[in-house]
């Protein structure tokens, strides 16, 4: 059942050195209008629960940390959730966590591994390319249609990717959750590839506005 995937989840939650109880932001939390018409395009009612908690703990910041997260406040999405720190000295993703959920479709937990002991060797240029995104823009990013094509277990589904970042400013990991469904009732070959939209935090980094 999902709840005794969640408690399974918050108790790997645990060993990773997060608290049961989020860092209480100090400042009442910031007006998100992009946030939120980005949440509109979210489908999933389990994604939209992980983002709305993590558009909560970032208050006043441009994203929250690791730390700032509950587990509490996302127990029943968290077979569904994955993590991964960022090394901005050496550029490099090492698994954080990862539900009951996503460790079954990987055949393993992900925790302290890196991507290219995570995914095939043709899909880990484009996983470091996706979550370098994430982290520097930083953005966030949602993508629905076909999932985990490259472990070939080829179904539907709907996933997130949020920055995280210790001190509020440089991104040093990034919280996921995808809702998958596996095996899809029709055939791979008559579906879609994946459709994508990204938000990025700080437009103004991109402004090539000279005034």
């Keep these: 059942m999902i709840a005794d995937d969640g408690m399974?989840?918050?108790?790997a939650w645990k060993?990773?050195?997060?608290?049961e109880e989020p860092v209480p932001p100090c400042l009442k939390p910031r007006p998100a209008r992009r946030v939120d018409g980005f949440a509109a395009t979210v489908s999933s009612p389990s994604l939209k629960a992980v983002l709305a908690h993590w558009t909560q703990a970032r208050g006043l910041q441009t994203m929250p940390s690791w730390?700032?997260?509950?587990?509490?406040?996302?127990v029943?999405?968290?077979?569904?959730?994955?993590a991964y720190r960022y090394d901005r000295e050496t550029d490099t993703f090492a698994g954080r966590l990862a539900g009951d959920k996503i460790?079954?479709?990987f055949g393993k937990n992900i925790r302290g591994l890196s991507l290219d002991k995570i995914f095939p060797p043709d899909a880990v240029d484009w996983t470091?390319?996706?979550?370098s995104r994430v982290v520097h823009e930083p953005a966030l990013y949602q993508s629905t249609g076909q999932v985990?094509?490259?472990?070939?277990?080829?179904?539907?589904?709907?996933?997130?990717?949020?920055?995280l970042s210790g001190d509020g400013i440089g991104g040093d990991?990034?919280?996921?959750a995808t809702d998958y469904h596996y095996p899809h009732p029709c055939a791979a070959g008559e579906a879609e590839g994946e459709t994508e939209q990204w938000l990025c935090l700080r437009p103004e980094r991109f402004s090539t506005d000279p005034h």
Excluded: D, Y
């Design 8 to 11: 399974k989840a918050a108790q």
């Design 15 to 19: 060993q990773s050195g997060v608290p």
């Design 67 to 74: 730390e700032q997260l509950s587990p509490a406040r996302m």
């Design 76 to 82: 029943h999405q968290l077979p569904l959730i994955w």
């Design 103 to 105: 460790c079954q479709i």
């Design 128 to 131: 470091q390319r996706l979550f």
């Design 148 to 163: 985990f094509s490259h472990l070939q277990r080829w179904g539907i589904g709907e996933r997130i990717i949020l920055p």
């Design 173 to 176: 990991g990034i919280l996921g």
